[in-house]
């Protein structure tokens, strides 16, 4: 709240000319919660947002949604009816964007989700995001396979709805390719995953892909490399943070994770589409919050931003008027026009029919090398 | 399935039986003693392996601070209520001046090189003093209240902590090192150091306990007050001291079993919960009365769980949890129900 009083007061005192309405821009995340640690990487994108879009001022307010839906809810409500907002950037979880896209779509104004929620459908008209699908990163995994001979795979994963997520796209991506020999379910805080590590193991799976997120992921394969597991592990791309690799240590190496490239941007070929507005992303984030700091979810934040600016130039020109519902429209026009942005974290291309609009061809893998971050080549 | 994996799978579930033991032993003793369904037991858990995580990478644990915090809380409540000069004296020597000193200490220490003996007694000093500072301000002034409003004070106390615990610790995780990193071979099976230690520190624990009440002054104190605590008042001893008592013996345990399970898991803010919660589980088949019942009742939940994650690890919990349903029919059929004297 005390950063949403900051923004209006700066806004207030640095009020530009009156004839030109400034561009108001929600941004709801979690800054508190469970999902904390996403939250903070989307407050670290938010600071690097421009002030100004074509000599237009935009005023960026940011609440926290404390990883609740119902507060995310609250939130959105409040910038639509009190802060009167052009758009709404985030949230971070698909929980919160579900909630909220509702009431954005409802109230007719764009929201560009950093969640990879589902954006198809007459409900969805005004939802937009800029997260990459598990379904494309699972499709990246499995193409990682097949390109390596696993004919056999392992599954061990969350028991909630993340898992179940990932599980479900192995299970697509795979079919009639690579057999799934085992599907075992752990909790996030269960004290051992030995029981779940030996059924794999006894099924005797070339790979093993562990379907969960964050610092809880790296158990599963620790446990199984102690069990003396010596095939190729995959983790899903929700593992990227430093503390995955601080809590894993020697045990996660090489460990193989599809990601968006923000993540290895100076690793990146020079064919790779996004590598200069990565590097020069990665470059100005690190200068402020110092060395290793950058995470996808930093970048994704950045996207949807780029989503944004793009479709308020468009409206710039067709000289529409911020803060009333046409401008809205026009913005939500614009981000649907959107054609090979080329992005820090992927190119996107939106349509119609297609409000998610990544281009898979954007996901490189890495692995865990020395305890960082490496680009298989 | 063959023998090796249900070897393994019984050495899994006996180790984490074991922690759960360790809790299910607090829960009963507090309940026996003060009436409290202690909650927040789990918090101690993860606050205890967590103050170690810190010290193993050479931060300055914040929970001192917490401790500072508790300390002053609890001078506050005892200044409230003071009946003497000397009874203020001690409140603030435990609740003031120890823990400033331990914060002094730890400032001049420089914590990374310390020996793993020494970070034990370091996060045992900082955290289980909190125990006691818990009963004198929130259940002492309402130590005669009902059970269920007991239990009512507990979950909020719960919920504090674990709040508490996010803002100190942060949302991610830690390891801690295991105590032993050495492996045995019996046979086809590879024991873990670490396994050992665990049960070791397990059974060391419940003889200290069974010792302490059947041989100590203050051990036969905590019983007779647990068996009534009206005779024993007229005996001369002091309820608010046996819930103290209670409460450090509580967070002993809680704290103990913290830095066993932080080697064999990751640990977060909020982790406490459910493994108290399977404790919980083992002191329900305990009856919330009977130590050796409890202990065995957490060896069962501890192979359950293992064995189950084996064969269906989507419903592990599911089995465990469901686990009270027949306890409790079968306990509500074969005992006679007592009202409790209110």
Redesign the interface.
């Given at each position: 709240m005390k950063l949403k009083n900051l923004f209006v007061i700066t806004a207030a005192a640095l009020a530009a000319a009156p004839a030109v309405a400034d561009i108001n821009v929600g941004v709801v995340a979690s800054l508190t919660g469970p999902a904390a640690a996403l939250g903070a990487e989307t407050r670290k994108a938010v600071s690097l947002f421009p002030t100004t879009v074509g000599g237009e001022k935009v005023n960026f307010i940011l609440l926290d949604d404390t990883t609740d839906p119902t507060a995310a809810v609250k939130n959105a409500r409040k910038l639509i009816s009190e802060d009167k907002v052009d758009a709404i950037l985030g949230p971070n979880l698909i929980s919160t964007a579900v909630a909220m896209a509702d009431v954005a779509n409802g109230e007719k104004v764009p929201m560009i989700s950093v969640a990879p929620l589902d954006v198809s459908g007459d409900k969805r008209g005004f939802v937009f995001r800029s997260e990459p699908s598990a379904d494309l990163m699972v499709q990246r995994v499995v193409a990682d396979m097949l390109a390596n001979g696993v004919k056999t795979v392992g599954f061990i994963g969350f028991s909630d709805s993340w898992g179940e997520v990932l599980h479900k796209a192995l299970t697509k991506a795979a079919e009639g390719k690579i057999t799934i020999v085992a599907s075992e379910r752990y909790g996030r805080a269960d004290p051992s995953v030995q029981a779940q590590a030996l059924k794999v193991i006894s099924a005797k799976p070339d790979a093993v892909f562990v379907g969960a997120s964050g610092t809880p992921a790296a158990m599963p394969q620790i446990t199984l490399r102690e069990r003396g597991f010596k095939g190729r592990i995959y983790q899903s791309h929700g593992v990227t943070s430093k503390e995955f690799l601080r809590v894993g240590g020697k045990n996660v190496e090489g460990a193989l994770i599809p990601v968006g490239p923000v993540l290895v941007a100076e690793q990146l070929p020079d064919s790779h589409p996004t590598k200069k507005n990565a590097v020069a992303f990665v470059q100005t984030l690190e200068a402020k919050y110092g060395p290793d700091s950058r995470s996808t979810f930093a970048g994704a934040t950045w996207d949807a931003w780029l989503l944004l600016q793009n479709a308020i130039a468009g409206a710039q020109k067709a000289k529409v008027k911020a803060g009333t519902p046409e401008y809205r429209a026009a913005l939500r026009d614009g981000i649907e026009k959107t054609s090979k942005l080329v992005g820090t974290n992927g190119v996107y291309s939106m349509a119609a029919g297609d409000h998610a609009g990544y281009d898979a061809s954007a996901i490189v893998m890495i692995k865990v090398e020395n305890n960082h971050w490496k680009l298989v080549k | 399935m063959d023998a090796e994996?249900i070897a393994?799978?019984g050495q899994?579930g006996v180790?984490?039986g074991a922690?759960y033991a360790l809790l299910a032993l607090a829960l009963v003793l507090v309940f026996a003693v003060t009436r409290v369904i202690f909650i927040p037991q789990g918090e101690f858990l993860a606050w205890g392996a967590l103050t170690m995580a810190a010290l193993e990478s050479g931060h300055f644990p914040a929970t001192v601070w917490l401790l500072v915090g508790c300390g002053v809380l609890t001078l506050a409540v005892d200044g409230f209520s003071a009946t003497g000069r000397r009874s203020i004296g001690r409140s603030l020597l435990w609740n003031l001046a120890y823990p400033l000193a331990l914060a002094g200490l730890l400032w001049g220490l420089s914590l990374a090189e310390l020996p793993t003996a020494a970070r034990v007694l370091i996060a045992l000093a900082i955290v289980v003093p909190m125990g006691p500072m818990l009963y004198r301000v929130a259940f002492q002034p309402v130590a005669e209240a009902p059970v269920l409003v007991l239990l009512i004070i507990s979950v909020a106390v719960h919920l504090a902590m674990v709040g508490l615990g996010?803002l100190i610790f942060?949302?991610?995780?830690?390891?801690t090192q295991p105590f032993s990193e050495a492996q045995f071979e019996l046979g086809s099976l590879m024991i873990g150091g670490h396994t050992l230690v665990v049960l070791a520190a397990s059974v060391v624990l419940i003889v200290a306990l069974y010792l302490f009440f059947d041989r100590t002054l203050y051990g036969k104190a905590l019983r007779a007050t647990a068996i009534n605590r009206n005779g024993a008042r007229l005996m001369g001893i002091s309820p608010a001291l046996a819930g103290r008592l209670t409460f450090f013996l509580a967070a002993v345990i809680g704290v103990l079993s913290g830095l066993l399970?932080a080697p064999?898991?990751?640990i977060?803010y909020?982790?406490g919960?459910?493994?108290g919660l399977k404790g919980f589980v083992a002191a329900i088949i305990g009856g919330l009365a009977s130590y050796p019942l409890a202990a065995g009742g957490a060896i069962l939940v501890g192979l359950l769980e293992?064995?189950s994650?084996?064969w269906a690890?989507?419903f592990?919990?599911v089995i465990v949890f469901t686990l009270i349903i027949p306890v409790l029919m079968w306990r509500s059929l074969t005992s006679h129900h007592v009202e409790e004297e209110e």
């Open positions: - | 994996i393994m799978l899994d180790t984490n922690i996010l942060g949302p991610e995780g830690s390891r399970v064999i898991t990751t977060y909020d982790s919960f459910l493994i293992s064995f994650s084996f690890s989507a592990k919990d």
